[in-house]
């Protein structure tokens, strides 16, 4: 005996089949928004950001999927429409991200600004920098010294071979100055820098014979341009076309 099949009787999962805008709007934002979330993330991860601009572009990043994933479950049941599914999925954590890479941007010129001139005291971070790298010195020092007692090495030699990391106190300096001495450490050794307002001798690296070339004040000024505005204006200018993309789509579709 045949029965009449109802179209209104349809169950929602075949609905939800035949209409696979939900599946094809998430493959969209993973596209659009991974890139300048990806770089926000990586960013918020290096230590030159940590220190002068915070984590703040990784909780950003953090957002933007957090809005994707839940969206992409509410368009699936129907509670949203289309039209305003891809403002809320799409533009926001757009411009969210947009406007975390120009403050990345913004802050990093500041923060350039600030630390380029030979002046030591009028800026705070600078300020602290210089005394927990003064810190870093006292206790390298002590550190080679009470080695020389036991050993009667020479301390010239000691120098060389000494890591400030293995010093007795480093670890408890660590609470204080973790995030300054992590953030020298890395200039140090990636920018083959010394000291912080003026050229001293190198604390940090794996044998202390290579010659730095310059204050790692400088360095890290250079940095702010190099990496870290440069990184953010590529993702600011990534959402800003995702965002004039979606508003010229808007004035000539309909949804």
Request: aromatic fraction near 10%.
């Given at each position: 005996?045949?029965?009449?099949?109802?179209?209104?009787?349809?169950?929602?999962?075949?609905?939800?089949?035949?209409?696979?805008?939900?599946?094809?709007?998430?493959?969209?934002?993973?596209?659009?928004?991974?890139?300048?979330?990806?770089?926000?993330?990586?960013?918020?991860?290096?230590?030159?950001?940590?220190?002068?601009?915070?984590?703040?572009?990784?909780?950003?990043?953090?957002?933007?999927?957090?809005?994707?994933?839940?969206?992409?479950?509410?368009?699936?049941?129907?509670?949203?429409?289309?039209?305003?599914?891809?403002?809320?999925?799409?533009?926001?954590?757009?411009?969210?991200?947009?406007?975390?890479?120009?403050?990345?941007?913004?802050?990093?010129?500041?923060?350039?600004?600030?630390?380029?001139?030979?002046?030591?005291?009028?800026?705070?971070?600078?300020?602290?920098?210089?005394?927990?790298?003064?810190?870093?010195?006292?206790?390298?020092?002590?550190?080679?010294?009470?080695?020389?007692?036991?050993?009667?090495?020479?301390?010239?030699?000691?120098?060389?071979?000494?890591?400030?990391?293995?010093?007795?106190?480093?670890?408890?300096?660590?609470?204080?100055?973790?995030?300054?001495?992590?953030?020298?450490?890395?200039?140090?050794?990636?920018?083959?820098?010394?000291?912080?307002?003026?050229?001293?001798?190198?604390?940090?690296?794996?044998?202390?014979?290579?010659?730095?070339h310059d204050r790692c004040c400088l360095a890290a000024a250079q940095m702010m341009t190099t990496m870290v505005q440069r990184t953010a204006l590529q993702?600011?200018?990534?959402?800003?076309?995702?965002?004039?993309?979606?508003?010229?789509?808007?004035?000539?579709?309909?949804?």
């Amino acid at each position: 005996m045949w029965i009449e099949e109802n179209p209104e009787a349809v169950p929602l999962a075949v609905k939800r089949h035949k209409d696979p805008f939900h599946d094809k709007l998430i493959f969209v934002l993973l596209l659009a928004l991974g890139p300048p979330a990806i770089l926000l993330t990586w960013l918020s991860f290096q230590p030159a950001v940590i220190l002068w601009i915070g984590r703040a572009g990784r909780a950003v990043s953090f957002f933007a999927l957090l809005l994707a994933v839940v969206g992409h479950d509410l368009l699936a049941r129907g509670i949203l429409r289309r039209r305003f599914a891809i403002i809320v999925l799409l533009v926001l954590p757009a411009a969210t991200l947009g406007i975390a890479a120009h403050v990345h941007k913004v802050r990093a010129i500041d923060v350039r600004s600030k630390l380029e001139p030979h002046d030591c005291s009028t800026f705070p971070g600078k300020v602290r920098l210089e005394k927990a790298w003064e810190e870093a010195n006292v206790l390298f020092d002590n550190c080679i010294a009470h080695q020389a007692n036991l050993t009667s090495a020479p301390i010239d030699e000691l120098y060389q071979v000494t890591r400030l990391r293995n010093c007795v106190g480093y670890k408890l300096g660590m609470v204080k100055w973790g995030v300054e001495w992590n953030y020298l450490e890395y200039l140090e050794t990636s920018q083959r820098c010394a000291g912080w307002c003026v050229l001293r001798r190198p604390l940090w690296g794996p044998f202390l014979s290579f010659q730095p070339h310059d204050r790692c004040c400088l360095a890290a000024a250079q940095m702010m341009t190099t990496m870290v505005q440069r990184t953010a204006l590529q993702a600011a200018t990534y959402c800003m076309a995702i965002l004039v993309l979606v508003g010229t789509v808007f004035s000539f579709v309909e949804l």
